[in-house]
């Protein structure tokens, strides 16, 4: 002892004996007093610190439970479901490509999952996950409710996004997680009592982009965490808790309950708080007693969540001072008569209590020494309710024990959560050490592979992947070392697994690595995708047996258009040439056959425009065009069809608007006219048909207005649909196939313009098409098309001017279509007609042709296509016009045809005014 404590205190207190026996009273008194009440206050400030532990502890609990519900799959799959496809209600909603899972099943996980995570947290009474993707409706909750877990209906769930909860929390970065205010539940939790404090956390659920998704929220009763406090408050103190308004949250002990809970709030009882408070008043009410020096106190504020609102929990520890002025007055009576009777054996003494007062430290020391070396904190056998030093750290002992055994038992209380997750999560879940032995294997891992656990931890993991001579997966994504460490290389990879009975089958794997205790570990997250494959294997056989159908079903429209187009060019060729030549009833035996040819063209040419739109097969070319250049071309071609009907086809332009131009696709613009105009001649039968261009500061519009039939207001919503005519069965007043209005609404939509129609029944209708203004940069007229005998004409005044005639070669291998085209070129053309490919390259070598006409199919051998790569290899028709006049005018046959180096392009069946027209182009 010498030179210790204990000596020490034995010569000050001998000193103190001998010299001060006057004044020992005295001194003690203000020695004691002033020493206890240091003490004291010691022990609340310590007692605060424990609280402040405490609660960060337990806030950093809930925190780590969040993230780890934040990362179960469920939460990451039903992110990955919504940017998926939409399957449909029945199938679940959205569909997660990278599980195939639906949102609906990621949903009926995370509720379970949500539902285990309830059942071993009491303090929890409600778990939910919401969407920022479905303005903040809830995606799944999980509540208690009369002490049963309730998993809440899809139809039920509710609006969340206007709380603040949601509006804070969604905006935190991920790994971040908010605090709300802890307040007292007023009656709007079913299962929860009007007062109860209650505290929501919440984490940030972000997607593949790092964009805000959702949040996940906890709703925690912290009554459980607030009655922790408790113990730590002796007999002869007091504790209040309150939130960061100053509302009390805990009164301890409960007797002084009903005396501050009510109207009265933290800053009134205890002034010294209000500064702590934004706007309050800091005088208390004049009916509650307000403590003076008769307590001592210790004021705190535990903040929390700094990054948003202040989130504060004030907490004051009373102890009354009369209580130590007690024991220093009875210190003060009995140290003058020890100091007067026994000042002779002081020295003894204060040797015998220098011993008796480092005992206890002694004991606690030697405890210390052993912490941690037993299973359990050792105790020491000292009284804690003394009010002494020696009772203060024995209290401090015995806290600081308590608060290691709950955390360690709040430790395995988080493992066996872990574990029942674990073994209820629907995924194979497999975890390895950094040489690829096994540590765990859940029980989905054990149904997929058809091992025990036992039988497989210890051992590598290659045990239950199957590698080929090159040492990689199933498709060659995912690698193992020769030591067996798994090396990470995403998410969602196909690998090949072995099961115990040597199958091979799919498996989509997801690595990841993390430390544990300064050693890496890997954990592979795995599913069965058996089904799926096979699933995918049938599509693709359907896929594929599609495609053979669509091609048959392409050959036979190819053969078929190709039957008919070729016999049709004679029809209507020769009808034409006939009409010409006969009067009489044989003329318009003639003139009906053409019309009839005709018909049958446009018909079959409305069925293949209407493939090739149904296809997507139609690219628009667009260009800057002049309008009413271009509608005023289309009207021309029409006014002999009016004429014969002895109705006026007008045309008229604002004068303002005609330099207004559009980009448009030529051929698709002049479709869209020669439907309309076509239609409204059709159903006119006095009166006539006004086309009409005018433009306004955004659009160009062309009207197109009849006299006619007009339409039944019935009928209007199914004016553009498919085969749908407004007379229909047998008492149909006008022919047609329905189509035209289709595809003309089919072609505006795609060169981004817009159609309507007004229509009175019996008065006529008005047909409108728009289309965005442009700029004009250039105007290029339209092409003047001839009719027939203008054809004839213009021809015959080249001959008579003494032009020679141009030569021309045609090569077509149907007696008939050659017969036709002679009749019709024979006036203005030296033509030269052969029918087949040998025969076309023998007269190209020996003759030079201005225009070669192609047909494609030339029977046996080469077919015009051939002949076509021929001549472009001599340098004599390098450049001399070939056009290609065949029966292939299926959807993409022109472009074909046109990619392959021909000058230009006729299907067949053709009439008189389109062949020398294409003649007088070329």
């Keep these: 002892m010498k030179g210790g404590i204990g000596g020490r205190l034995a010569i000050i207190f001998s000193l103190l004996v001998l010299v001060a026996t006057a004044t020992v009273g005295f001194l003690v008194f203000w020695s004691a007093y002033e020493s206890l009440i240091e003490v004291s206050s010691e022990s609340l400030e310590h007692t605060g610190e424990t ?9 950093e609990a809930i925190s780590t439970d969040v993230l780890f519900l934040a990362e179960t799959p469920p939460v990451a799959g039903i992110v990955r479901a919504f940017a998926g496809p939409y399957m449909s209600a029945k199938d679940g909603g959205f569909l997660d490509e990278a599980t195939n899972h639906s949102d609906a099943e990621w949903r009926e996980q995370l509720a379970g999952v949500f539902a285990a995570f309830l059942q071993n947290n009491p303090s929890f009474y409600r778990a939910r996950y919401i969407g920022l993707v479905n303005e903040g409706r809830e995606i799944v909750r999980v509540e208690r409710i009369d002490g049963q877990l309730v998993t809440t209906s899809t139809d039920e769930l509710t609006q969340s996004g206007h709380h603040d909860y949601f509006t804070e929390a969604v905006n935190l970065q991920g790994g971040d997680v908010y605090f709300s205010h802890i307040d007292l539940n007023q009656g709007e939790e079913a299962d929860v009592p009007p007062g109860t404090p209650t505290l929501r956390v919440a984490t940030p659920v972000r997607d593949a982009d790092d964009e805000p998704f959702g949040i996940l929220v906890i709703d925690v009763d912290f009554t459980h965490v607030l009655d922790a406090f408790r113990p730590l408050i002796n007999e002869d103190e007091a504790l209040y808790l309150a939130n960061s308004h100053g509302d009390f949250l805990l009164v301890h002990p409960d007797s002084l309950a009903a005396t501050v809970v009510g109207p009265y709030q933290i800053q009134d009882l205890f002034p010294k708080t209000a500064s702590w408070f934004a706007g309050a008043a800091g005088q208390p009410a004049a009916d509650v007693a307000i403590p003076d020096e008769s307590l001592i106190t210790h004021e705190d504020r535990l903040s929390f969540n700094s990054t948003l609102d202040p989130r504060y929990l004030v907490f004051v520890i009373t102890s009354p001072s009369e209580t130590i002025l007690a024991r220093v007055r009875k210190v003060r009576t009995w140290s003058i008569l020890i100091t007067v009777v026994f000042a002779l054996w002081g020295i003894a003494l204060a040797l015998f209590f220098s011993r008796y007062l480092t005992r206890p430290l002694r004991r606690i020391t030697r405890a210390l020494d052993r912490f941690g070396q037993d299973d359990e904190p050792p105790i020491v056998d000292l009284s804690m309710k003394r009010k002494d030093e020696i009772g203060v750290l024995a209290r401090a002992y015995d806290t600081m024990a308590r608060q290691i055994e709950a955390q360690i038992e709040e430790l395995e209380d988080k493992a066996r959560r872990q574990r029942i997750i674990l073994e209820t999560s629907a995924e194979g879940i497999i975890v390895t050490d950094g040489q690829g032995i096994i540590e765990t294997f859940n029980r989905a891992a054990q149904r997929i592979f058809g091992y025990t656990a036992e039988e497989v931890k210890g051992r590598n993991v290659n045990m239950l992947v199957f590698r080929d001579e090159h040492d990689k997966g199933a498709n060659g994504q995912v690698s193992f070392e020769d030591a067996g460490r798994w090396r990470l290389l995403g998410n969602g990879h196909e690998v090949t697994g072995r099961r115990k009975n040597g199958e091979t089958f799919p498996i989509s794997l997801s690595l990841s690595s993390f430390e544990l205790g300064g050693e890496k570990k890997y954990a592979g997250f795995l599913q069965d995708i058996t089904r799926r494959k096979q699933y995918e294997q049938t599509l693709h056989e359907a896929k594929l047996s599609a495609e053979a159908a669509n091609k048959a079903k392409s050959a036979f429209l190819a053969n078929m258009s190709h039957e008919i187009r070729t016999p049709l060019t004679g029809i209507i060729g020769f009808a034409s040439l006939l009409a010409r030549q006969v009067s009489g009833k044989h003329k318009k035996y003639s003139q009906l056959i053409e019309s009839s040819g005709v018909r049958l063209k446009e018909t079959l040419n409305s069925v293949l425009d209407l493939a090739k739109l149904e296809a997507k097969r139609v690219e628009v070319q667009l260009g800057l065009l002049q309008v009413h250049t271009e509608a005023q071309e289309v009207v021309q071609f029409f006014q002999t069809q009016a004429q014969h009907k002895n109705l006026t086809l007008d045309f008229r332009v604002d004068p303002e608007s005609e330099d207004a131009c559009a980009r448009l696709d030529r051929g698709a613009f002049s479709s869209i006219l020669h439907n309309l105009i076509g239609n409204a001649l059709k159903f006119t039968e006095t009166g006539g048909v006004v086309v009409s261009v005018e433009a306004d500061a955004e659009r160009v519009h ?63 209708s008005t047909f409108t098409v728009s289309f965005p203004l442009a700029h004009a940069e250039e105007t290029r007229p339209g092409l003047e098309v001839l009719g027939v005998d203008e054809a004839r004409k213009a021809h015959s005044s080249m001959l008579l001017s003494g032009q020679v005639k141009p030569r021309v070669l045609l090569v077509e291998d149907n007696e008939n279509t050659q017969f036709l085209i002679e009749n019709l070129l024979e006036d203005a053309y030296a033509l030269t007609v052969v029918s087949n490919a040998e025969d076309a390259l023998l007269e190209a070598f020996n003759t030079e042709y201005d225009l070669v006409l192609m047909d494609i199919n030339l029977g046996e051998g080469a077919n015009g296509a051939d002949v076509l790569r021929e001549l472009r290899a001599m340098p004599t028709y390098s450049t001399v016009p070939i056009a290609a006049l065949t029966a292939y005018a299926l959807p993409g046959d022109k472009e074909r ?26």
């Design 897 to 922: 045809f046109l990619e392959m180096g021909f000058s230009a392009y006729l299907s067949k069946p053709f009439n008189a005014e389109e062949l020398l027209t294409l003649a007088a182009r070329m």
């Design 51 to 59: 609280i402040e532990v405490r609660f960060e502890a337990s806030l």
């Design 702 to 764: 062309v009207h197109v207005t009849d006299t006619g039939v007009g339409i039944d207001p019935s009928f209007m919503p199914h004016l553009f649909d498919v085969f749908r005519q407004e007379s229909t069965g047998l008492s149909r007043s006008h022919e047609g196939s329905g189509l035209g209005l289709s595809i003309t609404q089919r072609l505006v939509v795609l060169m981004d313009g817009e159609i309507s129609v007004e229509s009175e029944k019996g008065q006529g």
